[in-house]
């Protein structure tokens, strides 16, 4: 055994805290985000935070890598007291962070992301691209994602840019890695590959600080359980003394389970008619969507379930004309929406909550009301002037109906809480008065709590008519807040289910990546079944006449 493994090995055999935070407190005007709390990190252990949206854990995690400093106490690094200015500040002590919400410059490369601000040097003092490609290249063989050190993060898909923040992270050799929501957007292989590294970083010494909403996910890793709610410390405990229900009560005082499959179905007539769609990858012109039919009713929430790379987002996105669909038709209500804009197809009455809500369903630079009213901006303008009497209102509206959590409606949007900024996009589009609504992977980043409230406010809307079509890589919520599932594959829709029947284990089965025979959402098999291929060039992708899901059948009471 080296030296450096028998001290990674002592350390993390100590008791004595790594990281220590005393009675920190920081406020935000009149907000008071972290309330006096005390915590402690240890070497060669993963700590988990868990708490609803709001409840201050990234406001702590922030303190402690230096993006903002406390209002009050201070932190202690080794048995000594420290403050960072900054992050580098703070990487300089050994401290990195993976941020909750994607941190990346688009038009760089992965290579030049993961060195930004740190570039490593030639004797010459020039930058040594040739390291800096072998180590990327190293880091990605690591995650076991075949990423080119010269692609740029702007043709990369949301997962893969989440492994990009996660290697540049490592690429810092810190011994403290705190991971704000790292698997969000992540595969369920992926999210194995990273719990092997996290595995590795903890035999060295590195400590762990790890933050997610995914309940079950984190404890399977956790060595220590930290509760926050309302800005406080609440709870701690050895993860091996603890279970799913206790997390869940300490988080919001009560068993936040939530179950809407039994649900009465009182559908109308479609509203959502997608017919043999077939979508071509933007950067490659492969089919991304392969001949995918499906009809949502009025009152009807749809889940589509998949991996990741299954061609939900494609579809939903072509939908609401983000990309041009290759072949096949897609209706509102018998309109044919061909040749409409993004901006037409909502003043018609659809609207997308984008997976992405930092780049593409929030503006950084508004308010939480500027945000909120930006998709229906034309309704509270005459004359060229926007009317606040007209528009207030609606904005107290929306702030109510999807609680959110903000010191008034003319605060940042940036002083909201990830999940807190997901519901103001869904407010976004709520104040647009849609029939149809789309959702990808709508409760990303948002705790328990709030995904009961969530999908409680859906299935409302779909009480007075709203169609709902969302995808989700998150089998358990497919089961709890759907009327029916359908299971994306390599493309196709290869399965429908009815939630109150089916079980998890069929769910999974049918989204495998090994190859699935395309069914039609009767049950039937489809024609051109054999081939699956969804690589094939647009032109070849024509064989397979999709059938209608449930297109002509009576809606079941």
Known sequence: MSATQVEAEQGANSTEPLLRAVDIAKTYGVTRAL??????????????????????KSTLMKILSGVVEPSAGHLELDGSEVSFAST????EHGIAIIHQELNLCANLSVRDNIFLGRELLTAGGFVDYRRETAITEQLMQRLEEPIAASTPVQDLRVGQQQIVEIARALAADARILIMDEPTSALSASEVEVLFKVIGE??????????ISHHLEEALEIADYAVVFRDGELVATADAEDIDLPWVVRQMVGR???????????????????????????????RVSVNNVSLDVRAGEIVCIYGLMGAGRTELLEAVAGRHAIAGGSVRLAGTDLAGMSIQDRIEAGIGLVPEDRQRDGLVQMLSVAGNLTLASLLHWTRRGFLSRSKERPRVAW????????????????????????????LGKLLLTDPEVLLLDEPTRGIDVGAKGEIFSLLFAEADKGLAVLYVTSEVGEALSASHRILVMSKGRLVGEFDPRTCTRDEIMEASGEEAVEPVATDGGPRPGGDDSDTSLPIEAATHDAAGRSNRNEEPQA
Do not use: C, M, W
Request: glycine share 10%.
């Open 88 to 91: 580098t500040d703070a990487l």
């Open 255 to 285: 068993e936040a389970d939530y179950d809407f499959s039994g649900a009465e179905r009182n559908f109308g007539e479609v509203k959502l008619q997608i017919d043999s769609v077939t979508v071509a990858d933007p950067a490659t012109s």
């Open 398 to 425: 929306a702030i109510d109906e999807v609680r959110v959590k903000t010191a008034n409606p003319d605060a940042p949007i940036t002083s909201l809480s990830g999940g807190n900024q997901q519901k103001v996009v």
């Open 201 to 210: 970083l903890t035999s060295q010494g590195v400590a762990i600080v790890y």
């Open 35 to 56: 309330k006096g709390v005390n915590f402690e990190v240890h070497r060669g252990k993963v700590t988990v935070l868990f708490g609803e949206n709001g409840a201050g």
